[in-house]
């Protein structure tokens, strides 16, 4: 059965909404998650780690105003797109990694930008 | 930054016939190689895994096989089905959580 569920699976908005994606981890507390973009026909990349009781992590490159991590308890992770444009269209998928396991991926959320 | 690539950005299979998906990486320190398997509009899906200290892990009609010697990892697929048709990526961690992929590699299954 599914180990993470992603909420919600697509967005359509208007540029300047900020728009926010829950990730939930169902079967184990997970302490870390990570969240990932992923463009047409391209591979996923990294954007932040995500940890439990801190401050996320993020990768080179990725405005951490732009991308606001919440990781308040050990199921659940939300990215925040704040004041979305057009160019932050893309596919957003979180993942959990349970200890001495590989991460398990959501289903990801299609956020579309008018 | 570490890089991961993959040989081949297609590749087209009867069905019933073996597919064989390549992928190169240059981080010599990576020690734990995962593939995903991504339909389309879903996250990656878990296939199996290998750690550097083997060189083939089997699993249900898929094995991985790992060169560390020329930093190659394969992914075969035994008797390939229509519902094995997705982009199939590899990635790869150096012990630092965090995964890098590859580029992923579409096959499509011929009925």
């Known amino acids: 059965g599914a180990v993470v569920s992603q909420h919600p699976s697509r967005v359509i908005c208007k540029s300047g909404t900020s728009v926010k994606i829950e990730c939930r981890s169902l079967d184990f507390q997970a302490t870390t998650m990570f969240w990932y973009r992923q463009f047409p026909k391209q591979s996923l990349m990294l954007m932040a780690t995500s940890n439990e009781g801190s401050k996320a992590t993020y990768e080179q490159g990725v405005e951490k105003d732009k991308f606001l991590i919440n990781h308040a308890s050990l199921t659940l992770s939300t990215l925040t797109v704040t004041s979305a444009h057009p160019e932050d269209s893309s596919f957003y998928i979180c993942?959990?990694?349970?200890?001495?396991?590989?991460?398990?991926f959501g289903d990801g959320t299609r956020l579309s930008i008018l | 930054g570490e890089s991961v690539g993959l040989h081949l950005p297609t590749l087209s299979v009867q069905e019933g016939d073996n597919s064989i998906i390549n992928c190169a990486y240059s981080?010599?320190?990576?020690?734990?190689f995962i593939w995903y398997k991504q339909e389309s509009g879903k996250g990656p899906q878990f296939i199996i895994d290998i750690r550097s200290n083997m060189d083939k892990r089997q699993g249900q009609r898929v094995t991985v096989l790992l060169n560390k010697t020329v930093k190659h990892l394969s992914l075969q697929i035994a008797a390939t089905q229509p519902g094995d048709s997705a982009v199939y990526f590899c990635?790869?961690?150096?012990?630092?959580?965090?995964?890098?992929f590859g580029t992923g590699t579409r096959l499509t299954v011929i009925p």
């Open positions: 993942s959990i990694q349970g200890q001495n396991q590989p991460q398990h």
């Open positions: 981080n010599s320190a990576s020690d734990y």
């Open positions: 990635a790869e961690t150096s012990g630092a959580n965090n995964l890098f």
